[in-house]
């Protein structure tokens, strides 16, 4: 294989990835990173960076909501399932978890603004990816849940109201897409509950007491009373309408506490919104078209280094 036909190979995989930082943002990143990491401190109510991190590094499999008062400085309140999924990395040692969560956080800010907008998109959401909350994590569930419903569940078992994006599936008719997403939950919950049955018990009694408890001062003082049926009408309104983009604006007016860093899940918008955010994020290729981009690409990096003859960039 000659160099013309590698580099073919490798601007088609380039293409799919949705292009690559450049040194401003590459350095920006890993700064961040290296602030977030060498601040970060597991200290119950102490001074330090990655709070919400250490929420779900403490808890213990056995009990894990014997911190669970919302309100309270360190407290879990999202279901058990979610303390499963992040097993792996709860094992490791503080500083090494907060290395790959902070880690994770930038990544999804790469997923969701794409080269174009990752330094604005950085700069939004650096005092979400501080605090190491899953606001951005939820951003790319729902953007991805536009092909792959089931990513829903990520939502639904974590911070639960913001599943009013489902409506959009509902008014629009579209019934296997809401029934994949309710299916996938269902199926992480009976699977969760087979180990720690007593823990889902007790998370709806999380959710039942802390249900309407005021937010602290790092909240918009908006109840949750207020912006749930805005929600509601703004993702009825925008599936009628066909606009995507009120899915996710949608979902952030329906957090349980819309905390100020949590604004940063409107990244969101941009790749259902920008076409060039949409051409070159990573999920909104794969929403876009479905991810046959990445495979391709990545499929012709593998034949290439197999030996293979390169075929013409994938339309």
Known sequence: MDARQIARVDDSLDDSLGGSLDGRSLAAAVALWCFVVALARPVVGGWGTAQEALCYWLPSLTDPYARSSWTEPIAYVYSPAFLQLIGPIRWLPWPSFVGVWTAILIAAVWLLAGPRWFLLGLGLSAMEIAGGNISLLLAVAIVLGFRWPATWAFVLLTKVTPGVGLLWFAVRGE???LGLALLATA???????????AAWLDWIEVLVRNAGRPPTWAAVPIPLAVRLPAAVVLVVWGARS?????VPVASVLALPALWYGSLAMLLAVLPLVDREAAATSLVGRWVGDGGGRVGAGLGLRVRALLGGEAPTRPA
């Open 175 to 177: 019934w296997r897409s």
């Open 242 to 246: 066909d606009r995507r983009w009120t």
């Open 187 to 197: 199926l992480v919950v009976a699977t969760s509950a087979l180990a720690m049955p």
